[in-house]
């Protein structure tokens, strides 16, 4: 089973700063993907197949990696970006999808 | 727009059922396989079932794996799922998602909180 470990757990930043979250698979991975979850609302999908921006998502939100190792990069932090994010890729044996741990973005 | 409802969450006692319905519009619903995914507040998210669009395959977390039965209706757009032997740890809120064209879940429901305490 391919485990997804996200760091930091917290990351605290200020508007306008540079966040830079990190998923690391316990074996290689093909595709990786990241929700933003924030209290009360529907998880949002960002980013696919590890750098493809999902519709509607801000330019400033970025994913780049491959194999074991993804980035999700937010270029300048706004107001609405504080959140949980989470990461998730499907393994085909055994057949089933994983999150990691997320990875909160707090106001400092 | 795509839009997934999901019903019939609320409180259940320890070893009791359940059942979550999720009413999907906007797409073609029989070609894309359908997922749950659910949100504790102490392991954040855990993906617990899929059923894909023929309803003829389907795949469980070894979390609820023989005790979670989902299905789904293509000629009502909803799938559902059968929650039975509950447990404490089987509270969270459950999302109704949709696959995308890939491996990943492009929509989701508000989600449904349901609650197993006596």
């Known amino acids: 089973e391919i485990v997804l470990t996200q760091s930091p757990a917290t990351l605290s930043l200020s508007p306008g700063e540079r966040a830079t979250l990190s998923c690391r698979a316990s074996q290689s991975v093909r595709y990786l993907a990241w929700y933003q979850l924030k209290p009360g609302q529907a998880p949002r999908l960002l980013i696919y197949d590890a750098s493809n921006r999902a519709s509607g998502i801000p330019a400033r939100f970025s994913g780049s990696g491959s194999g074991t190792d993804f980035t999700l990069t937010i270029s300048s932090l706004e107001p609405e970006d504080f959140a949980v994010y989470y990461c998730q890729q499907r393994s085909n044996w055994p057949p089933m999808y994983t999150f990691g741990q997320g990875t909160k973005l707090e106001i400092k | 727009e795509v839009q997934l409802l999901e019903s019939g969450g609320g409180l259940v006692q320890p070893g009791g059922s359940l059942r979550l319905s999720c009413a999907a519009s906007?797409?073609?619903?029989?070609?894309?396989?359908m997922s749950w995914v659910r949100q504790t507040p102490g392991k954040g998210l855990e993906w617990v079932s899929a059923i894909n669009g023929g309803a003829d395959k389907t795949i469980y977390a070894d979390s609820v794996k023989g005790r979670f039965v989902v299905s789904r209706d293509n000629s009502k757009s909803m799938v559902n799922l059968q929650m039975n032997s509950m447990r404490a740890e089987d509270t969270a809120v459950y999302y109704c998602a949709k696959r995308g064209p890939g491996d990943y879940f492009d929509y989701w429901g508000q989600g449904a909180l349901v609650t197993v305490s006596s």
């Open positions: 906007g797409f073609t619903f029989n070609n894309y396989t």
